[in-house]
């Protein structure tokens, strides 16, 4: 028996022995992956055989931790590479023996080229740090879900959008960019927010950048799958304002070596509301002296988006792409507008009701060809891409005023108006790129950009006449406007000290931009052509004071050229008492600026801090002209020159394992100087602007996310007066359920229903005071889908039984 016993122990200890050789893995190569500081998550490890490159030999994605293992190797000669975007692609060769062995931590660098990638390492960090601003993590925003690109934007730091979804940068609005390149989409409505893998933020653009830009670059780059095999996601979402709203997207993706397919819809349907009161005093007009008016909107909004996007990669140097996105967006509004007007001595003078049934429908098409070549130098690259977008825009509107006595009883009978305005653009752009050493440590980036744009509006308002509608022709006409930019450009990058530690950075650029655009109005009333040949530099140079802190001092020239809405010379007589319109006869402004900046990096904290003073000859503002009728008419002016200095600092600080937080400023002095205007002594001629937002990211247990966003705007000085200040709190939670391949998210928008837009402007001739109240707070609950195929990487584990 005891013999027995030793033979049972011998046999139990002999069985773990060989079960625990077995289960240690050999024929093994592995390591850890990080950016230097921090271990990198989803990294694509790809081991090739040097004898075909074709093949793949094995297959692995790194951890959480940075780790990857790449099993069952053979004794051969290998090319090992890394694979991850927003970083260069890393390229090893192995000569494997049949050992197993590790590789040890491997440094992933970042991609500079911030515009033709996304820039979302694994850890999904809410703000990175770039050379030339930062970049938003829009999937770390869980607060927007089922909101649009307009949304997300009043949620980043350093970025203001009022509550009219006026959108700027330092008090002044940015160009704005979808995936890196010009579009007709220019409403950011017209975006839904679950569609945004990033947005960049680029507060210091250098020569390779288009100069019309004068308080930066906000590009918004759309979701692109790069995760190999077959993956998909799906997300469902509902809830209610004060009336409901839905929304859904689908992706799908397939990505092999070679190719990468993708497909994504987006839809985002919502009823909304808005109230207006505004008050107003015409001085120096007896009869209509005193204006009080009332309106309130019902919105019914609707939005689709289907993109698809189809890579070929040939080979490790050569990628094509193409990419399609088509918009439809439709949007009905029933508005009603109350009109009471006293004379000087407060008396009934006359009172009217105004209805009007605006109905829009837009669709939007893109088009996008792009070619990607790189290098065995890696400094060295080439990309060269064609677009070109189509906006259709259609809108109809039928109008009716009744007119009252001061007993509220019905004058006359009801007056019949309608109006139509059909536009049609098309933008179209041609890039290319090319960078290329000329030195160990210096790099020259050249290229050349195109864009081409092409406008035609027809806008017409007839009244009901004998029960005909007669066309009004002082007010209709068409509007066609037509531009060509080309530019090309000359980048000089260079540093001191060694690769790993610079000392110095240098930039110098300079940048030569040829203008032609000509418009006309069918009756002849409006017309103007420019050509102008204007040349942009820029420059700075940046000192590293340690490896996470340094010092950055830049100049750049720039321009801010008239937008469309700003050109076109048509009359919005929606609020006759408040038509608004452009000026086809605007000059562009031109801009100098210069800036200091500070960044510093802590283990648990960073600040990053910007000085800046802009100098804008011939600004454009909008102004109001109190017309002889008690109208006010509001168009954009070339008032003058414009000195501005400010401060803009984002902090942001992890004190605890669960808590992390963003905090950011901008605060800005404007001096105006209004020397264009015949009635300079009502412009505003000093102002000083803040805002501020704080971002609240809490981890309160395994998989739950909750985050609290505060925004504040100051007053803001406008070309009469000021607009109010506006601020709003919104909440979002997110709970990621089963493997964490399912989240269930509730949203809840402006919290304490305190956001309003609205101005106070005080001249000479009048006072006008206006605000304006719309549904934005709301709830919306969400349910989110992930998947991804596992069956490319069964197969590579290459493990089968002995039957």
Do not use: C
């Amino acid at each position: 028996m005891k013999k027995w016993k030793q033979n049972l122990v011998a046999a139990i200890l002999l069985f773990a022995i060989s079960q625990s050789s077995f289960s240690q893995k050999t024929n093994t190569i592995n390591g850890t992956v990080s950016d230097g500081k921090t271990p990198i998550e989803f990294v694509d490890v790809i081991l090739k055989p040097v004898a075909d490159t074709t093949k793949t030999t094995a297959y692995a994605v790194t951890d959480a931790t940075g780790k990857f293992i790449l099993e069952n190797i053979n004794p051969s000669d290998y090319i090992l590479k890394l694979r991850l975007i927003g970083f260069k692609t890393f390229t090893q060769k192995v000569k494997y023996t049949g050992t197993s062995i590790s590789l040890g931590n491997i440094i992933l660098k970042e991609d500079t080229n911030l515009l033709n990638t996304v820039v979302v390492n694994s850890q999904k960090k809410q703000i990175q740090k770039t050379n030339e601003g930062f970049v938003f993590n829009a999937v770390s925003n869980i607060s927007q879900s089922g909101g649009t690109a307009i949304d997300m934007l009043k949620n980043i730091p350093t970025v203001s959008v009022d509550a009219d979804d006026a959108i700027s940068l330092r008090g002044k609005t940015p160009l704005i960019l979808i995936n890196g390149k010009n579009s007709a989409i220019t409403n950011m409505n017209q975006i839904p927010a679950s569609s945004i893998e990033s947005i960049e933020i680029i507060t210091s653009p250098t020569a390779k950048y288009d100069a019309n830009a004068e308080s930066g670059i906000i590009n918004i780059k759309l979701k692109k799958n790069n995760l190999n095999g077959l993956n998909g996601a799906a997300v469902l979402g509902g809830g209610f304002g004060a009336k409901g709203r839905m929304n859904s997207s689908v992706l799908l993706n397939n990505k092999t070596d070679k190719w990468n397919v993708g497909l994504a819809y987006d839809n985002r349907f919502a009823g909304r509301t808005k109230s207006i009161n505004g008050e107003r005093t015409n001085y120096f007009i007896d009869d209509e002296h005193f204006i009080n008016q009332n309106r309130h909107d019902e919105r019914t909004e609707g939005l689709q988006n289907l993109k698809f996007n189809a890579d070929f990669s040939p080979n490790e140097k050569n990628t094509f792409s193409f990419e399609a996105l088509e918009n439809m967006e439709s949007q009905d509004n029933d508005e009603t507008l109350k009109t009471d007007i006293s004379n000087s001595s407060n008396q009934f003078y006359s009172s009217n009701k105004r209805h009007s049934l605006e109905l829009e429908r837009s669709k939007a098409a893109e088009f996008a060809f792009n070619y990607d070549r790189k290098f065995s130098d890696d400094r060295k690259s080439l990309n060269a891409s064609i677009t070109t977008s189509y906006n259709f825009h259609r809108e109809n509107t039928n109008i009716d005023t009744d007119n009252y006595d001061e007993n509220q009883n019905l004058i006359g009978d009801t007056f019949w108006q309608r109006t139509h305005n059909y536009e049609k653009e098309n933008i179209s752009n041609a890039i290319l790129n090319y960078a290329f050493p000329i030195a160990a440590k210096s790099m020259i980036e050249t290229g050349y950009k195109g864009t081409f744009r092409f406008f035609n509006s027809d806008f017409q308002s007839a009244d009901l006449i004998n029960n005909e509608y007669v066309v009004n022709p002082l007010v209709s006409t068409i509007f066609d406007f037509n531009e060509q930019i080309n530019a090309v450009y000359g980048l000089w990058n260079s540093y001191s000290g060694s690769e790993e530690n610079k000392k110095w950075k240098y930039n110098l650029g300079l940048r030569a931009e040829q203008v032609s655009n000509n418009g006309k109005t069918e009756n002849g009333n409006d017309s103007f052509s420019n050509h102008y040949l204007k040349i942009f530099p820029s420059a700075s140079v940046q000192l590293n004071l340690k490896s996470d802190e340094f010092l950055k001092f830049g100049y750049s020239k720039r321009i801010n050229r008239p937008d469309l809405d700003d050109l076109n010379p048509f009359v919005d007589i929606t609020d006759a008492l408040n038509p608004h319109g452009g000026n086809p006869y605007l000059k562009p402004e031109i801009i100098h600026i210069v800036e200091l900046s500070y960044n510093k990096e802590w283990d648990h904290y960073s600040f990053s801090g910007n000085a800046f003073y802009r100098n804008a000859n011939n600004t454009i503002r909008q102004y109001g002209i109190l017309q002889d009728n008690g109208v006010i008419l509001l168009q954009p002016q070339n008032i003058g020159n414009t000195i501005t200095y400010g401060l803009e600092s984002i902090f942001t600080f992890k004190p605890f394992s669960f808590y992390d937080a963003n905090l950011s400023l901008t605060a800005f002095q404007q001096n105006i100087n209004a020397g264009n205007l015949d009635q300079a002594e009502d412009f505003v001629k000093s102002a000083f602007s803040w805002y501020g937002k704080m971002i609240n990211n809490f981890t309160p247990w395994k998989g739950g996310k909750l985050q609290i966003i505060g925004n504040y705007n100051s007053s803001v000085a406008t070309a009469q007066g000021k607009r109010i200040p506006i601020y709003n709190v919104d909440l979002g939670f997110q709970q990621k359920l089963g493997k964490s391949n399912a989240r269930l998210g509730l949203v809840v928008t402006d919290m304490f229903n305190t956001l309003e837009s609205g101005y106070r402007n005080n001249t000479l001739l009048f006072s006008n005071n206006r605000t304006s109240k719309s549904d934005t707070r709301a709830l919306m609950i969400t349910f989110a889908y992930t998947f991804k195929s596992d069956f490319k990487e069964k197969l590579l584990e290459n493990q089968f039984s002995t039957e």
